[in-house]
């Protein structure tokens, strides 16, 4: 079974152009993140712990004891971080495009998350623009012209935004994983204890959003996982190359066990960890 978690902004609409072809080998659960899509928008925290509790209570509810989750931008920290908390219902981990790897993020995200950017929102993310630009999309469609699936990601996100309490749930979002800096949660001390997961690494080679280069440094500080870059790609390889990305998760799934989890494996792990921490200290 999958667990399909989608970006920031998104909805499990995101996945919807490698359904067809996933759906032959696999049960697939894609639900909307809280304060996303259709799901509610309370207020109340917006972190990645919050969500992966979430999502373990949605696969409790649904029967579902595990899962492979694959997780896109800030869908794949959501996923790193069920891995972390619930490892006992995580049987592979795919990341793709992910967030959480490193500092570096687009710079308009780093914007965004200044102190009144969600007082400034509303001037440029609007129904009325929404709207508007909903009919160019219509006019183009009638004439036989498409957008990039890149660019239709990117505007299905900017018209879920001008939704207020969307608005307000993104903003809480945003701020609970990237600050002026850049990108301000990472797990990069926590991948050690993925080494028992299957992972898979998914990224675009063009991505400018989140770059490239946090799957390289991912890949080697986690060796026992599959690194795949999709050249030509922006930050959406499911919807730029749906073929060429079902294909590799249907082979990362038939190529690979699932993990089993061990209570005295993780605690041993962590155990470790400290101790050479120590050491290195010494």
Same mark, same amino acid.
Not at 49 to 58: F, G, T
Not at 64 to 69: D, G, P
Not at 218 to 234: C, D, I, K, N, Y
């Given at each position: 079974m999958l667990l399909l978690i989608h970006g920031m902004a $998104?909805?499990? !609409? @995101?996945?919807?152009?490698?359904? &067809?072809?996933?759906?032959?080998?696999?049960?697939l659960i894609a639900p909307d993140l809280l304060g996303h899509g259709e799901s509610d928008?309370?207020?109340?925290?917006?972190?990645?712990?919050?969500?992966?509790?979430?999502?373990?209570?949605?696969?409790?509810?649904?029967?579902?004891?595990?899962?492979?989750?694959?997780?896109?931008?800030?869908?794949? $920290?959501?996923? !790193? @971080?069920?891995?972390?908390?619930? &490892?006992?219902?995580?049987e592979r981990i795919a990341l793709v495009s992910s967030g959480g790897l490193g500092r570096e993020v687009n710079p308009l995200l780093r914007g965004l998350s200044l102190p009144g950017a969600e007082q400034l929102f509303p001037l440029v993310c609007s129904p009325f623009l929404r709207d508007a630009g909903a009919r160019v999309a219509e006019i183009l469609s009638s004439f036989n012209l498409r957008t990039t699936p890149t660019?239709?990601?990117?505007?299905?996100?900017?018209?879920?935004?001008?939704?207020?309490d969307t608005r307000r749930a993104f903003f809480r979002t945003l701020r609970a994983v990237v600050d002026h800096r850049g990108q301000s949660v990472s797990a990069a001390d926590r991948l050690y204890l993925t080494e028992h997961i299957?992972?898979?690494?998914?990224?675009?080679?063009?991505?400018?959003?989140?770059?490239?280069?946090?799957?390289?440094?991912?890949?080697?500080?986690?060796?026992?996982?599959?690194?795949?870059?999709?050249?030509?790609?922006?930050?959406?390889?499911?919807?730029?190359?749906?073929?060429?990305?079902?294909?590799?998760?249907?082979?990362?799934?038939?190529?690979?066990?699932?993990?089993?989890?061990?209570?005295?494996?993780?605690?041993?792990?962590?155990?470790?960890?400290?101790?050479?921490?120590?050491?290195?200290?010494?």
């Open positions: $998104g909805s499990s !609409m @995101q996945w919807r152009h490698v359904f &067809p072809r996933l759906a032959e080998h696999f049960t928008k309370p207020p109340g925290e917006y972190n990645l712990s919050a969500h992966a509790n979430v999502l373990r209570d949605l696969l409790a509810a649904l029967g579902h004891e595990r899962a492979t989750l694959v997780g896109q931008s800030y869908g794949g $920290g959501v996923v !790193m @971080q069920f891995a972390y908390q619930s &490892p006992e219902h995580c660019v239709e990601e990117i505007w299905r996100s900017y018209a879920a935004l001008a939704d207020q299957p992972t898979l690494i998914v990224w675009g080679s063009d991505d400018n959003i989140i770059p490239v280069d946090h799957a390289f440094d991912t890949q080697r500080a986690l060796p026992s996982s599959r690194l795949e870059v999709f050249e030509g790609v922006g930050h959406f390889p499911h919807c730029e190359k749906p073929e060429q990305f079902a294909e590799t998760m249907l082979d990362f799934m038939t190529s690979t066990e699932a993990a089993e989890f061990s209570t005295r494996h993780f605690s041993q792990m962590l155990r470790d960890r400290v101790e050479n921490r120590e050491h290195d200290a010494a």
